[in-house]
């Protein structure tokens, strides 16, 4: 599973942001995002379409250059 498989971007039902949740989290009262907002469970929307939270932004993709990176120099 890649770095990208990871994360799920899911609307947050408390700023409105589409935030990077972990695809492996199970159900619990409150689920933490990449950049630590924590939201309940029940207030994350299936939706990923609107305002993206930079931070998740920033976070998810210095992972995945960092992924690639060293797959890169694998070669």
């Keep these: 599973m890649g770095?990208?498989?990871r994360w799920r971007w899911r609307r947050s039902g408390y700023d409105e942001r589409v935030h990077a949740f972990p695809s492996d989290?199970?159900?619990a009262s409150f689920v933490e995002a990449a950049c630590t907002?924590?939201?309940p469970f029940g207030k994350i929307g299936s939706s990923h379409e609107g305002p993206r939270c930079l931070p998740c932004l920033l976070i998810i993709g210095d992972r995945l250059a960092e992924q690639h990176s060293v797959?890169?120099?694998?070669?």
């Design 71 to 75: 797959s890169a120099f694998d070669l």
């Design 37 to 39: 907002h924590s939201v």
């Design 25 to 27: 989290e199970r159900p």
């Design 3 to 5: 770095e990208a498989d």
